[in-house]
């Protein structure tokens, strides 16, 4: 079964920067693409980022894009998620998700099979 672990997570100021880490273990991870979702208290889960299997293709939400970048090594079966700028709504629990390759990026919760526990992130202003 596909495991994914979150790490990086912490506190920092507004303006700052942070890069995330999820390690994907259980299967083949050039098979699966790869997905960044946030939780705010109060709020619903949200798409965040994505990346298909090779790195070649991204998408990101309009709040984060031109700040955050979403990357892969599929030789350390880890997905990146570097946030520059980080401003105090980016605020939240940070989750990586994972489904099998698929024609288009997916963007939405149901689309993806696999969760990590979340690595939370604090940005004071």
């Known amino acids: 079964q596909v495991q994914l672990v979150e790490s990086g997570g912490g506190l920092v100021q507004a303006g700052g920067s942070l890069r995330l880490s999820c390690a994907f273990s259980?299967?083949?991870?050039?098979?699966?693409?790869m997905g960044w979702f946030r939780q705010a208290p109060g709020k619903e889960r949200e798409f965040v980022a994505a990346?298909?299997?090779?790195?070649?293709?991204?998408d990101y939400a309009d709040s984060v894009k031109g700040r955050f970048t979403i990357s892969r090594d599929n030789a350390d079966s880890r997905v990146y998620l570097q946030m520059n700028s980080l401003e105090p709504e980016d605020t939240a629990v940070y989750y990586c998700?994972?489904?099998?390759?698929?024609?288009?990026?997916?963007?939405?919760?149901?689309?993806?099979?696999?969760w990590g526990q979340g690595t939370p992130v604090t940005v004071s202003s």
């Open positions: 998700a994972a489904v099998q390759q698929r024609f288009r990026l997916a963007t939405r919760r149901v689309e993806y099979d696999y």
């Open positions: 990346i298909n299997w090779s790195g070649g293709s991204t």
């Open positions: 259980g299967r083949t991870f050039s098979n699966y693409a």
